[in-house]
């Protein structure tokens, strides 16, 4: 690794000192330097895939949320199968979702739900790192992750729609199985591929995305000052490096004055300026405001968001968890369809909502899985056999069905997909080839994925 010592004085978030920020900085730009980012975006547009202006928004509920209990209801099913909740009928005649979704039964003509996904792990660490990066590896004994995310490798082929932007945000923060920023992260891409995390409550009254704050009451101008006076401090040290490596450095310097200094992104992060009413419809909870932010962020030129839900793993105690998780669920995804259609922003975001794997089909006893614990009542098991992702936006048609499961909801029975294909799928929206390669830790050129295929059916 580089060392590059600039001092020890002044700290970082997470306790890293300068001299360790600019370690880490520089080790990530080591394998995905500006040079190789736009070398990759060249490729993929040389491979045949034209620029876009479309984005993602990845609503994610971790910890796994259940297929017979959200969009694949088994009403003929043994009651230990169907569970505690109805189907009820939606504006798309033969698509039926649980009755704990009557506004998304509303607008069922705008998203899509492929019902047989799956990728039959029931580890909260593998599962996850399929569904976010479209490979295995880590697993309850090795948690560390292996490869990028789809959102680092997408957001660094593509780069921000809008420049003052940062092209790969989550809200409030990334979080996998509660790692941070765990799968969500770029891995052997580097540092600099990680999400920018918002940090804090949406929903709270004054939030404020700590980041772009400027230290101790700084104002602008002395900031600007401040940056001038580094750059002419570099200078000497510049003329004599031959490897890049403080021009890459330059580069995380730059971007973060750009985004403190960027009236357009403190404009996209000022959720308080967002119409009341419209913060109603969504929601008046982290997750509801959550997703309104991630709007208003792919409005303002970000490429990718990512959107965390957590406490979904509901061994027991299902119906308690379900009744208060899926009304906000339910708020935030029919408004987030609304409000892109409204706008004319539909056919340009794409939005996924999915988690790591689903539950068991069989209802438990509350015990997880063995005798009675007393651990409340009923709920569900891990299960990677079946599980579902709802999809709607860039050039996704609504209203359909991907696929089925078997009559208890145990396995697929028709149109099998994989996480896999999940991710062709948004690379396709996105504009990016999945062949193109990026470097491993080890110099090894490695594909953004190795198999799959984009799931036509969705266009």
């Not at 403190?260 to 300026?273: H, L, M």
């Not at 999945?434 to 266009?459: C, K, N, Q, W």
Request: glycine share 12%; hydrophobic share 35%; aromatic share 8%.
């Amino acid at each position: 690794m580089l060392k590059v010592i600039t001092g020890t004085s002044g700290g970082y978030c997470h306790g890293l000192s300068r001299r360790n920020f600019v370690k880490i900085g520089v080790a990530g730009m080591a394998s995905a330097s500006l040079s190789t980012v736009l070398e990759a975006r060249a490729a993929s547009q040389a491979l045949g895939k034209p620029a876009k202006d479309t984005a993602v928004i990845l609503m994610w509920l971790d910890g796994g949320p259940g297929h017979l209990d959200l969009y694949d209801l088994k009403p003929e099913a043994p009651a230990e199968f169907r569970g505690i909740w109805h189907p009820i009928k939606t504006n798309v005649p033969g698509i039926e979702i649980t009755e704990l979704f009557p506004l998304q039964a509303r607008s069922a003509d705008k998203f899509s739900i492929i019902r047989s996904l799956h990728h039959d792990n029931g580890d909260h660490f593998t599962a996850a790192h399929y569904m976010l990066t479209g490979r295995g590896g880590p697993n309850g004994s090795n948690t560390a992750g292996k490869y990028p995310s789809v959102g680092s490798l997408a957001s660094s082929v593509c780069g921000a729609r809008k420049q003052g932007i940062p092209p790969y945000i989550s809200v409030p923060y990334a979080s996998s199985v509660g790692l941070r920023p765990g799968y969500f992260g770029g891995n052997y891409l580097g540092a600099r591929t990680n999400p920018f995390e918002t940090d804090g409550d949406p929903n709270a009254a004054n939030f404020q995305v700590r980041n772009l704050l400027l230290t101790d009451g700084m104002p602008l101008g002395r900031f600007d000052d401040r940056n001038d006076l580094r750059t002419q401090l570099d200078h000497l040290t510049r003329r004599v490096d031959s490897s890049g490596f403080i021009d890459s450095m330059d580069r995380f310097q730059n971007e973060a004055f750009s985004l403190v200094s960027s009236g357009a992104a403190r404009k996209a992060f000022d959720i308080e300026s967002e119409n009341a009413s419209l913060r109603d419809r969504y929601g008046r909870n982290s997750f509801g405001q959550s997703t309104l932010l991630a709007r208003r962020l792919v409005e303002a030129g970000s490429t990718f968001v990512t959107v965390h839900s957590g406490g979904w793993d509901h061994h027991w105690d299902l119906q308690k968890g379900m009744e208060t998780r899926l009304p906000e669920v339910d708020m935030a995804v029919s408004s987030l369809l609304e409000d892109l259609s409204s706008r004319g922003m539909l056919e340009k975001v794409m939005v996924v909502l999915c988690g790591e794997f689903s539950r068991t089909p069989r209802m438990n006893n509350g015990g997880n899985g063995g005798p009675p614990l007393s651990k409340g009542t009923p709920g569900r098991d891990h299960w990677g056999n079946a599980m579902f992702a709802l999809v709607a936006g860039g050039g996704i048609k609504g209203g359909r069905i991907v696929g089925s499961t078997d009559s208890k909801g145990e396995r697929p029975h028709d149109r099998p997909v994989t996480p896999f294909d999940l991710h062709a799928t948004i690379y396709h929206v996105l504009g990016v080839d999945p062949s193109t390669h990026f470097l491993d830790h080890s110099g090894r050129p490695v594909a953004a994925i190795d198999s799959g295929s984009v799931i036509s059916e969705l266009f």
